[in-house]
């Protein structure tokens, strides 16, 4: 930001500190506070303020406030009474676009693990951490409670967003398995059932003695690959190039859709975060269904 830019900033917030009648140091903490209060902004995240601009709402103007921890900064509009006495956050919303043809719009399934009908009306994708827990209850929930009766007209598509600083051995599992579904995608679901319902199992066998051992990963998917006649060589020379392009391309999609944590589902676009129950998923497949012209 210019010193330019940073003086008329300073200079309008001083002016609406003036009208306000309330010194600008006392102005400006207060909205900080309001802002970190609201926004659940973390501890060392930086609240930055800009200039005042009228807005379309009588009594109130523009407040604009960027929220920044390290590289991700988040811009949010406010409304600030001229009085300085209130604050509102208000959300427009374009009734001309479409929320879910947009997140449908984003997502790129070129390339990822499907399963279900090719042509299915309804599609879910998954952002999926091997490591996590709730993934591995909403992975059966899915498709050992649910999918069952929608096979034909569901398909789900397996996106990856491993949490690497609370999961050690996710993004590795997330490359390796990727590894396996390039040469023969059953062994990579046989591989995916496995890891979300013997999660405790796993994680064992990876954490022996404490430490974290991530070439006893590489052998359990060879191991998936032998069990599946996947040609040995060549599973090998991928594992052993570890290119996490693909799955560091699935987390950026993500985090540009809003995805902060796992699991998170894009049901024909509808955003689903968390884990759901079975009555649950079932009512919003049968809506999805209804909504694209197919029956539930």
């Known amino acids: 930001m210019s010193l330019r830019i940073l003086l008329f900033f300073s200079v309008a917030l001083r002016l609406a500190a003036q009208q306000t009648g309330v010194p600008e140091s006392d102005l ?64 427009e919303m374009d009734l001309t676009l479409d929320p879910y043809a947009r997140n449908v719009s984003r ?29 591995a209850r909403m992975y059966v929930t899915l498709f050992n409670e649910v999918m069952s009766g929608y096979r034909d007209r569901v398909r789900v598509v397996a996106k990856d967003f491993p949490i690497v600083d609370a999961h050690p051995w996710a993004m590795r599992a997330a490359v390796d398995a990727l590894c396996l579904a390039a040469e023969n995608l059953p ?27 991530l070439s006893a990963m590489d052998a359990l998917i060879t191991e998936f690959g032998r069990k599946h006649s996947v040609n040995a060589e060549k599973l090998q020379a991928c594992i052993a190039r570890q290119d996490t392009s693909s799955v560091e391309n699935s987390m950026a999609e993500g985090k540009s859709l809003g995805v902060s944590a796992t699991p998170t589902m894009f049901v024909n676009g509808q955003e689903i975060e968390g884990v759901l129950s079975t009555e649950s998923l079932r009512l919003v497949l049968d809506r999805a269904l209804s909504e694209a012209g197919g029956t539930h």
């Open 187 to 213: 062994a990579y679901w046989d591989f995916s059932d496995y890891v979300h319902t013997h999660q405790q199992e796993t994680n064992s066998l990876v954490k022996a003695k404490g430490n974290v051992d």
């Open 107 to 135: 997502i790129d399934l070129s390339g990822r693990p499907s399963r279900g009908a090719e042509k299915a009306p309804v599609t879910v994708v998954v952002y999926d951490d091997f490591q996590c827990p709730f993934c």
């Open 28 to 91: 400006n903490r207060r909205i900080e506070r309001q802002v970190r209060a609201y926004a659940e902004a973390p501890p060392d995240a930086t609240i930055r303020m800009g200039a005042r601009t009228p807005s379309n709402f009588p009594g109130y103007d523009n407040l604009p406030v960027s929220i920044e921890q390290g590289a991700i900064k988040k811009a949010v509009n406010f409304l600030i009474s001229k009085d300085g006495k209130k604050m509102l956050y208000i959300t």
